[in-house]
């Protein structure tokens, strides 16, 4: 059995909720990535931000990126899955939130996040199309 573990791209970094945003676009540009998960004080997520957050959720109002904070983006429930979960788990987790990006969670701690491109590398043809269609419906 595949794992989420063995399909997701290590090197994930939380955030601290108390980051700002502009400091959160510069780690997404060194990192190379759209998204990164948003940790509370005690390094438990509360939430995942993307690039398009600060964008629709900041500049796009006026606000400044440097005065705003990750957690002030952060809403909602977040969905997360064990490095343990097969992939069966890891695309209903997915498809079933319709949502692209998937922190990877071992004892309690971040080890990694699955992408669309994670799954298009591990995949057949029909599990990718069936994905799309539902988390693009």
């Keep these: 059995m595949t794992t989420a573990g063995q399909i997701m791209h290590s ?10 945003l502009d400091r959160a676009a510069q780690l997404m ?3 190379d990535v759209g998204a990164l998960p948003v940790s509370d004080q005690n390094e438990r997520l509360c939430g995942i931000l993307t690039d398009r957050d600060i ?3 900041c500049v796009s109002h006026g606000r400044d990126p440097s005065r705003m904070t990750a957690g002030d983006l952060a809403k ?13 788990e890891v695309l ?6 319709q949502i692209r990006r998937l922190p990877v969670i071992e004892e309690k701690r971040l080890v990694g ?10 995949l ?5 199309a069936s994905f799309v269609e539902q988390v693009y419906s």
Excluded: C, F, K, N
Excluded at 76 to 88: F, K, L, M, Q
Excluded at 113 to 122: G, N
Excluded at 124 to 128: M, R, T, W
């Design 76 to 88: 909602g429930t977040p969905r997360w899955i064990d490095a343990g979960a097969s992939v069966d």
């Design 92 to 97: 209903e987790e997915m498809q079933s939130h």
């Design 55 to 57: 964008v629709v959720g």
């Design 124 to 128: 057949s043809d029909s599990q990718i």
């Design 113 to 122: 996040m699955i992408s669309e491109a994670d799954l298009a590398h591990h």
């Design 11 to 20: 090197g994930a970094q939380w955030i601290p909720e108390t980051e700002t």
């Design 29 to 31: 540009r060194e990192m």
